[in-house]
Structures are given as structure tokens and as C-alpha cells.
T-cell receptor, first 118, second 109 residues
Framework: DTAVSQTPKYLVTQMGNDKSIKCEQN?????MYWYKQDSKKFLKIMFS???????INETVPNRFSPKSPDKAHLNLHINSLELGDSAVYFC?????????????????FGAGSRLTVL | ELKVEQNPLFLSMQEGKNYTIYCNYS?????LYWYRQDPGKSLESLFV?????AVKQEGRLMASLDTKARLSTLHITAAVHDLSATYFC?????????FGTGTLLAVQP
């Protein structure tokens, strides 16, 4: 039973299209994240949600809109896709906010969604 | 703003050799994480270091943390091919986890 599952795993689309990536965690965690990994493998946080509330929006273009219907789900919708959006998008979850000073609070990552914009 | 740097970015080593990956970070933090990523795969947690002087070991990997120097090391002992992967350190701060640049480790037979 996958702890953090993302769909789709691969997404190939044309510039200008709109697409969504879905994420679900069954770990009972309070916090979920979206990270972007570029072609050089740099990992950069995009958003974090805690109990459905947006905590971090890391200067991401407003073409990217996260949505958390409940604390187990965090989806990412991208409008008007651009070539530079091509990357692997990772969803992750943790028991608490990443900066919370309480225990290990390890992030568990999904398998990633590879987005290719042509 | 918290910055996390790793070196080297790429490490090619022979089986049986020892080496160390370094992770420096720019602001105070008392928790540091090491993750492993195999090609085309997700990130897997290796170690969590929660205090100054913390040392964790698992198999041929040993991680340590010096919060005063803002430095963590990941030491590889007698490398084997199965250790080939990208290794990331990450530091917690301001409600987010900031990842280092990653070190691509290639262990040659």
C-alpha cells in the first residue's frame, strides 16, 4: 500500500495546455508539499499545506494553483504550460510542518510525476 | 535565506574505497536529513540528525552533524556498486525543508 501516491507518473503535453497532478497520502500526516526537481536534479519547494491550509507559496508563478480538499490530498493544477515547466514534480508529506521543533519529522516522498512540455 | 551546499557534486569512486560527502548550510538549524535518490526514482530517507555531535550509521554509510560549524558529513566506507545514487542533504527551517545541490555518486567495479 503506497504511502504517498501521485498520478500521473508521466505527463507529456503541448505548451499552453492546462494539466493537473494529484497526490494522496495514507500516513495520517498533517503536512503536505510540492517540490520541483529540474533537469540538474535541484529540488526546490513550491508549496506546503498544513491541515488544508496554505503555509508556503515559494514565489511560484500564479499559473500554478495547489488545492487541498482534505489533509490527505494535495493536488497541483498548472495553467498555460510553458517549456520551463518541464520537470519532475514530487509530492511529499510529514507528520508536522518541516520547521516544527519536535522529533524527526521526516518527509516521505511520492514517486514523482515527470512533466514534459513540448 | 537558508542555503545548503554540498560537495562534491559528482563523485566517481572505486569499489572498496572510502570517501566523504560534505554538506554546509548557512543559518542555524539543529536538524539535518540525508536522502538517497536512485535514477528515475523517489527520495528515500537515510538519516535524521537532531543535535550537535549526532552520529548515525547504517551499513557502509555514516552521517554526522556539527551544528557549530554548520556542517554535516556522509562517510562511505568500502564502497560497493549498490551505493551508486544521488545523495541529498536537507536542512529544516521556516516551515520548509531546503535541499542541497545533491551529490551523484558512481561506484565503479
Amino acid at each position: 500500500d503506497t504511502a504517498v501516491s501521485q498520478t500521473p507518473k508521466y505527463l507529456v503535453t503541448q505548451m499552453g495546455n492546462d494539466k493537473s497532478i494529484k497526490c494522496e497520502q495514507n500516513l495520517g500526516h498533517d503536512t503536505m508539499y510540492w517540490y520541483k526537481q529540474d533537469s540538474k536534479k535541484f529540488l526546490k519547494i513550491m508549496f506546503s499545506y498544513n491541515n488544508k491550509e496554505l503555509i508556503i507559496n515559494e514565489t511560484v508563478p500564479n499559473r500554478f494553483s495547489p488545492k487541498s480538499p482534505d489533509k490527505a490530498h494535495l493536488n497541483l493544477h498548472i495553467n498555460s504550460l510553458e517549456l520551463g515547466d518541464s520537470a519532475v514534480y514530487f509530492c511529499a508529506s510529514s507528520p508536522l510542518l518541516a520547521g516544527a521543533v519536535s522529533g524527526a519529522n521526516v518527509l516521505t516522498f511520492g514517486a514523482g510525476s515527470r512533466l514534459t512540455v513540448l | 535565506e537558508l542555503k545548503v551546499e554540498q560537495n562534491p557534486l559528482f563523485l566517481s569512486m572505486q569499489e572498496g574505497k572510502n570517501y566523504t560527502i560534505y554538506c554546509n548550510y548557512s543559518t542555524t538549524s539543529d536538524r539535518l536529513y540525508w536522502y538517497r535518490q536512485d535514477p528515475g526514482k523517489s527520495l528515500e530517507s537515510l538519516f535524521v540528525l537532531l543535535s550537535n555531535g549526532a552520529v548515525k550509521q547504517e551499513g557502509r554509510l555514516m552521517a554526522s552533524l556539527d551544528t557549530k560549524a554548520r556542517l554535516s558529513t556522509l562517510h562511505i566506507t568500502a564502497a560497493v556498486h549498490d551505493l551508486s545514487a544521488t545523495y541529498f542533504c536537507a536542512v529544516g527551517g521556516s516551515n520548509k525543508l531546503i535541499f542541497g545541490t545533491g551529490t551523484l555518486l558512481a561506484v565503479q567495479p
